[in-house]
């Protein structure tokens, strides 16, 4: 997988147009000369007016940035598509069977299909949600899959991100910048709408409502405050919906209830969409130190008077551990094989596989089992001798806390940067929501490395955003 | 035998809190070794409570006040009847979690090798490994002489017990044993509860751990006085380690838990 030409989503190899591309490529070719750089600078002017930025920790360029926002769409066909979401849909439905199992009977370890220290000594496994009943049975219910294509029809899920996946607004943001860039070429592309993701995720919370709701839920987005560098989204999403926004000190528990504070007195929340981490949404269960949480707030939820959107402990089931085993995961809980692969891993506590690693580094990538955001990351290909060796010496500390994949050769799409149209690499987050029915919004956010040959597409290390459009038949 | 059971603790909020909560781990289940007959716990806010079952199977009041004035105290009263079953309580119950659950390591309960090592790999019966890990902690923790081991009563166990050397050696001998058998690849768990008083130990809020096993279920090994619980022990609360059973967890905690009293007493 290291050495081959990474596949291009626009054109074959002999140069000629891919079915899905046809449209853009001719409207490409009837820009006129600066056409393409107008409209990023445009593009520019309509995001700093949408005032979406995201901040950069440990950065000192000031805190907020605009993303980079690439005007060339990536196109994914009807039929990409239903094959992907089939697969999404698949493994977003074992993945929530596993919670369940986990925090109930753990069929699944008794009969040895996943080791128990695996789970039992995780610090993503949340003992306190053992037992728990949560409403529907689902613990995840908004899942962002990282998933990188290699081929016609080769796609691999890099990540199952069921904690506080985010990027969302970047997709809706992207659509609704492009459709103000050229909306001719919305007319000659049927492409499958993505405005309703706001409505959908409010349709889901709603679904997952205690059975003790009185009347329409009420629904809150718990954000950690300003300095969180997703708060644009929280704020973003809680508008959307047309939900509260709220920070910890803004609720409150009261018998067994959480309020919100409101000019017109408490009034009682049901669902609340915290993006919070696990240890520090309660100071009363989880870190005694959190000044971001709400008192009681977990004891709320189980005693069934308040939803947590995601539920505590859903991190147990997107570990990069436990990952290597969604494909049982998936055969364990729905008698099925796995749609889309998983990509082979490896880990480096057995000495063999790991002097295997060793001799093996300059081709692979090396990732922290609880690491995130591309921190902590040896891409074999680009990394010096030097960082190799540190990487050696980290990983023969501490092997359980490293992961070891190939290089995946990542498809590219055609991207506009300063020396012209030229391929750059591409991943995929797809958004789905899962309460009363699974809801895959067609498409994701499409994250591109701009940077010649790289394959980091955080936005965090100079990663940006195209548009994904599925077509619609 | 029926045991009455009085006891009293309080935490005093910072001044001027507000929106103060306590986890109240204060209410005893029936199970094969008691039957509760009588049982009531009495504090400001409790009639607002909400009252659920946590993870571990234990019941627990949720109680809060606006804002509260001063000392906040719990005064608990019941009648408790028990049987002597040698501390063998049998299969887990309707409501608990797999015991699987209890092999999970925690900060608190990290027990040396040198406490356990000459057991691994050990020929002898599960239960005849756990009296003699509840032996082997004891001598090398118990009677105030554990000098060469160092304290695992830090953070915020100390808010439950006090400080008091008795307690805080009786939750590291319980940690000790808790940890050991979890090491050795046994479900194992912290207990409270109370015991009743004889010639050799004083009335007192307690603690001890129970141990799994496969054929006889979860059975009790209280490592301070080296026994199996019998019918002066009377069980509240279990979990992983000392801190998920705490009997009042608090937020704002103030100055920590006080005991004010405790009285467990033969009933007529």
């Known amino acids: 997988?290291?050495?081959?030409?990474?596949?291009?989503?626009?054109?074959?190899?002999?140069?000629?147009?891919?079915?899905?591309?046809?449209?853009?490529?001719?409207?490409?070719?009837?820009?006129?000369?600066?056409?393409?750089?107008?409209?990023?600078?445009?593009?520019?002017?309509?995001?700093?007016?949408?005032?979406?930025?995201?901040?950069?920790?440990?950065?000192?360029?000031?805190?907020?940035?605009?993303?980079?926002?690439?005007?060339?769409?990536?196109?994914?066909?009807?039929?990409?598509?239903?094959?992907?979401?089939?697969?999404?849909?698949?493994?977003?439905?074992?993945?929530?069977?596993?919670?369940?199992?986990?925090?109930?009977?753990?069929?699944?370890?008794?009969?040895?299909?996943?080791?128990?220290?695996?789970?039992?000594?995780?610090?993503?496994?949340?003992?306190?949600?053992m037992g728990l009943e949560p409403a529907r049975g689902v613990y995840a219910h908004i899942i962002g899959v990282d998933i990188v294509r290699t081929g016609p029809d080769d796609f691999y899920v890099l990540e199952d991100n069921?904690?506080?996946?985010?990027?969302?607004?970047?997709?809706?943001?992207?659509?609704?910048?492009?459709?103000?860039?050229?909306?001719?070429?919305?007319?000659?592309?049927?492409v499958a709408p993505v405005e309703n993701y706001p409505e959908n995720l409010r349709r889901t919370l709603e679904s997952v409502a205690p059975h003790n709701t009185s009347g329409s839920p009420t629904i809150a987005v718990l954000t950690p405050g300003i300095y969180n560098s997703a708060y644009f989204e929280h704020s973003f999403l809680a508008d959307q919906m047309g939900a509260q926004l709220c920070e910890g000190p803004d609720l409150f528990v009261d018998g067994g209830r959480v309020y919100m504070r409101t000019t017109t007195g408490p009034e009682r929340v049901d669902v609340i969409y915290r993006r919070i981490d696990d240890d520090y949404i309660d100071p009363l269960t989880f870190r005694p130190d959190s000044m971001l949480g709400v008192p009681g707030l977990f004891d709320a939820y189980r005693a069934g008077n308040v939803t947590l959107v995601n539920a505590p402990g859903t991190g147990i089931a997107d570990d990069k551990a436990v990952y290597t085993y969604v494909p049982e995961i998936v055969e364990f809980y729905l008698g099925e094989k796995a749609l889309l692969n998983n990509v082979p891993t490896h880990n480096c506590v057995d000495s063999d596989e790991r002097a295997w690693v060793f001799d093996n580094l300059q081709d692979l990538v090396v990732k922290e089992v609880h690491g995130s955001g591309g921190y902590g990351m040896l891409i074999g290909p680009t990394s010096s001798k030097a960082l190799r060796e540190e990487f050696k010496k980290r990983i023969e500390a501490r092997p359980d806390n490293y992961i070891v994949q190939p290089t995946l050769a990542l498809s590219t799409c055609p991207t506009f940067v300063r020396s012209g149209i030229a391929p750059r690499h591409v991943d995929l987050r797809p958004y789905v929501l899962i309460g009363d029915e699974v809801r895959i919004t067609p498409g994701g956010l499409t994250r591109v490395a701009l940077k010649k040959g790289s394959l980091v597409v955080n936005s965090s290390q100079g990663g940006g955003t195209k548009d994904t459009w599925v077509l619609e038949e | 035998m029926r045991i009455a059971i009085r006891h009293e603790l309080a935490i005093t909020p910072p001044e001027g809190a507000t929106n103060a909560v306590m986890h109240l781990l204060l209410t005893p289940q029936s199970g094969p070794t008691q039957t509760v007959e009588s049982w009531s716990v009495s504090t400001t806010g409790i009639g607002n409570a909400a009252r659920f079952s946590d993870a571990f199977g234990n019941t627990v009041h949720l109680v809060n006040q606006a804002r509260p004035d001063g000392e906040w105290k719990v005064s608990v009263t019941g009648v408790v009847n028990t049987i002597d079953r040698h501390g063998v309580l049998g299969r887990s119950h309707h409501g608990e979690p797999v015991p699987t659950i209890y092999?999970?390591?925690?900060?608190?309960?990290?027990?040396?090798?040198?406490?356990?090592?000459?057991?691994?790999?050990?020929?002898?019966?599960?239960?005849?490994?756990?009296?003699?890990?509840?032996?082997?902690?004891?001598?090398?923790?118990?009677?105030?002489?554990?000098?060469?081991?160092?304290?695992?009563?830090?953070?915020?166990?100390?808010?439950?017990?006090?400080?008091?050397?008795?307690?805080?050696?009786?939750?590291?001998?319980?940690?000790?044993?808790?940890?050991?058998?979890?090491?050795?690849?046994?479900?194992?768990?912290?207990?409270?509860?109370?015991?009743?008083?004889?010639?050799?130990?004083?009335?007192?809020?307690?603690?001890?751990?129970?141990?799994?096993?496969?054929?006889?279920?979860?059975?009790?090994?209280?490592?301070?006085?080296?026994?199996?619980?019998?019918?002066?022990?009377?069980?509240?609360?279990?979990?992983?380690?000392?801190?998920?059973?705490?009997?009042?967890?608090?937020?704002?905690?103030?100055?920590?838990?006080?005991?004010?009293?405790?009285?467990?007493?033969?009933?007529?």
């Open chain 1, 1 to 129: 997988m290291g050495d081959t030409t990474p596949f291009d989503e626009m054109y074959n190899a002999d140069g000629s147009v891919r079915e899905p591309y046809s449209a853009l490529a001719q409207w490409l070719d009837e820009q006129p000369d600066r056409g393409l750089s107008l409209m990023s600078s445009d593009a520019e002017a309509i995001f700093r007016r949408l005032g979406i930025t995201f901040a950069v920790y440990g950065s000192d360029e000031g805190n907020e940035k605009l993303i980079p926002f690439d005007v060339i769409p990536r196109i994914i066909s009807a039929m990409e598509w239903r094959r992907l979401s089939r697969g999404i849909e698949q493994r977003v439905r074992a993945l929530n069977a596993f919670l369940y199992d986990i925090y109930h009977r753990q069929e699944i370890i008794k009969a040895g299909r996943i080791p128990e220290k695996l789970i039992l000594q995780n610090s993503a496994f949340c003992p306190e949600m």
């Open chain 1, 162 to 190: 069921l904690r506080t996946p985010s990027g969302v607004s970047y997709m809706l943001e992207d659509r609704e910048a492009m459709m103000q860039l050229a909306p001719d070429l919305f007319q000659r592309c049927k």
């Open chain 2, 103 to 268: 092999k999970r390591a925690t900060v608190l309960t990290k027990s040396p090798v040198t406490m356990w090592s000459k057991f691994r790999g050990s020929s002898e019966s599960r239960l005849d490994v756990l009296h003699g890990l509840m032996a082997r902690v004891g001598e090398v923790l118990g009677d105030g002489e554990g000098g060469q081991e160092q304290s695992q009563s830090e953070g915020r166990q100390s808010q439950s017990q006090g400080g008091e050397s008795e307690t805080a050696n009786m939750v590291d001998l319980t940690h000790a044993f808790v940890g050991a058998a979890r090491a050795l690849d046994i479900p194992a768990r912290y207990v409270t509860g109370y015991v009743a008083a004889s010639e050799d130990n004083e009335a007192s809020f307690h603690a001890w751990a129970e141990a799994y096993d496969d054929h006889l279920g979860w059975i009790g090994f209280d490592c301070l006085l080296q026994m199996c619980p019998a019918e002066r022990h009377v069980r509240l609360a279990v979990g992983l380690d000392a801190v998920s059973t705490q009997p009042i967890r608090a937020v704002p905690e103030g100055d920590g838990l006080k005991q004010i009293a405790v009285s467990v007493e033969m009933a007529q």
